[in-house]
């Protein structure tokens, strides 16, 4: 294969999404916003510019368009040579830059469209006249996955009609899907007298209503540019639709509430911070969900251990959390579906009382079915950005690694953790490469994710996999030396005891 092939492929990989849309010099909203988000969501963020404004937190003091074919000029250098998954749009400020968008999008194929129809700012500014409206009625919006109005703007799509209730979000959600995108995102973080933000979705069947408490601050400037370039990068990953707007939700609520009391600048709207996630322990703003630290003791059970000592799994699992477990994954190669997925509900119970997360090996089906906390898959299972789309946002995933580029496949398919090994020879996985210290060493450096060490690891030699010396190895995951002895509460005890 020629290096251009090889390079066009690596291209394909990297999620990448094209914001087409405004500057705004305060930082808050616009581009700023997009590229910022982009980069907290772990994907590649190209940006084509419509317009500059002069902007900070007391409103737009001015605005300057750039010429049409300016616009174009950036489209093409951008379509032509990178692999763009989703174009996502902002401020369209004139009929000829929707026009030689839309032209532009039918030469050059994409995933997704996802159109934020900027016409007025939080702060009450005018930013795209009324003359853009039959730009977005004739050529933009046929051709859009998903649209997403404030309340405002969804009254100027249909004319004029005002906003006041959820009710009329999805009479206005119905209608706006009439004018063409296959899916619509009213937004009502400017909805009068409600307590609560909620975003009424419609995808051409259902309605959805999102719904999060509302945020006291005022720092809500560029919610709305965050929540499309949010979406397009969580569809660039391969999310579904529906699983993509929930994310964003989920995201602008915790950067809002991470943010409420940050002070920038002195007017009445400020930004908020998007890179929580960095400041929040190394790697995930979703604490409640998923913590590092609990990948510890990871305990993997194994079905032939239990059969030579007669046990069931859930007696296992009991020992091992009771022993101090802090984290389980549920691995049976051989058992029948029904009898797995029995087994790992009556698990899930016995965990959830330790306030021990639960994964299942593998079986996606199952951990869908018996609502465990997540999965670990390996190189040959079903793909960690697969396993995203379908378990959610929410859903702790893990995934086995023995080279630096799996490890950033990992991080970029959306995982919250890397399992890395065989580190010694083990008995209990056939044909499995062992990568010894020096190759987990390597791996760890590599990775942006936590990495759980396992193979062969047990009481002689836990300590010095943790004095490996590098700081997001979180911990050591252990199957013979737990399940494959007579007591696993004793055992579990004593690793637990010198790996803390
Ligand atoms: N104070 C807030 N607390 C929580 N969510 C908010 C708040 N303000 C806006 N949102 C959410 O931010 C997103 C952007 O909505 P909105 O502010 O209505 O759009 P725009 O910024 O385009 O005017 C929506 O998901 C909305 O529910
Ligand atoms: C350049 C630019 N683009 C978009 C917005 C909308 O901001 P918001 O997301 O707060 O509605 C803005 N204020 N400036
Ligand atoms: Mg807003």
């Known amino acids: 294969m020629s290096v251009r092939v090889l390079q066009a492929e690596a291209d394909m990989k990297i999620p990448h999404v ?15 916003a997009d590229l910022k988000t982009c980069g907290a969501r772990r994907v590649y963020c190209s ?7 002069a902007q900070n937190t007391a409103g737009v003091q001015g605005l300057n368009i750039l010429p049409e074919d300016f616009v174009a000029d950036q489209l093409h250098s951008v379509l032509s040579d990178m692999h763009v998954h ?28 996802v159109v934020d129809p900027v016409m007025i700012s939080t702060s009450g500014d005018v930013l795209v006249g009324p003359s853009v409206l039959a730009g977005f009625l004739e050529e933009l919006l046929p051709m859009t996955d998903i649209v997403t109005p404030n309340i405002k703007e969804a009254s100027v799509l249909l004319g004029g009609v005002p906003l006041k209730s959820v009710s009329d979000m999805h009479t206005a959600a119905k209608l706006i899907h009439d004018l063409g995108p296959r899916n619509v995102l009213v937004k009502g973080g400017d909805l009068p007298n409600s307590l609560d933000a909620i975003d009424v979705f419609f995808d051409g069947e259902d309605f959805y209503e999102l719904c999060s408490p509302r945020v006291n601050t005022r720092n809500s400037h560029g919610t709305g540019c965050t929540l499309a370039s949010c979406i397009a990068a969580e569809l660039a990953k391969g999310s579904s639709m529906l699983s993509a707007v929930k994310t964003a939700k989920h995201f602008i609520q915790a950067a809002l509430d991470y ?7 002195n007017g009445a709207q400020g930004p908020f911070d998007h890179f929580l996630a960095l400041k929040i322990n190394q790697s995930s703003y979703r604490q409640n969900r998923f913590n590092p630290n609990d990948l510890l003791l990871y305990a993997v059970t194994d079905s032939a251990m239990n059969r030579k000592w007669d046990r069931s799994i859930a007696e296992a699992v009991k020992a091992a959390v009771e022993g101090g477990a802090t984290i389980v994954q549920i691995r049976e190669k051989d058992a029948e579906t029904r009898d797995f997925l029995e087994a790992a509900k009556e698990c899930l119970k016995i965990c959830h009382s330790y306030g021990v997360p639960l994964l299942i090996n593998d079986r996606i089906d199952v951990a869908l079915a018996c609502d465990a906390d997540g999965v670990h898959v390996g190189q040959s299972d079903v793909p960690a950005r697969l396993a995203r789309t379908l378990l959610g946002p929410e859903k702790i995933i893990g995934v086995s690694c023995k080279t630096p580029e799996q490890a950033h496949q990992a991080w970029i398919d959306g995982a919250d953790y890397i399992g890395c090994g065989g580190v ?18 390597e791996i760890c450096l590599a990775s942006k994710l936590p990495v759980v060490a396992i193979g062969g690891i047990g009481l002689s030699n836990a ?12 911990g050591v995951a252990v199957v013979s030396a737990l399940f494959g002895r007579e007591c696993i509460l004793t055992e579990t005890r004593n690793l637990h005891a010198l790996v803390s």
């Open 424 to 441: 010694y020879p083990t008995n209990t996985k056939a044909n499995n490469r062992t990568i010894g210290l020096e190759g987990l060493k």
């Open 86 to 113: 989703v174009v996502k749009t902002g401020m369209l400020p004139s009929l000829n830059i929707v026009k030689v968008l839309s032209q532009t999008l039918r030469k050059f194929p994409i995933k997704a469209l």
């Open 259 to 265: 943010s409420r009391d940050m002070t920038i600048g």
């Open 463 to 474: 300590r010095e996999v943790m004095e490996l010396g590098v700081p997001n190895l979180n």
């Open 47 to 53: 940006t084509v510019i419509t317009a500059v404004t």
């Open 18 to 32: 094209l914001s087409v849309a405004g500057s705004d010099s305060g930082g808050g909203a616009g581009i700023q």
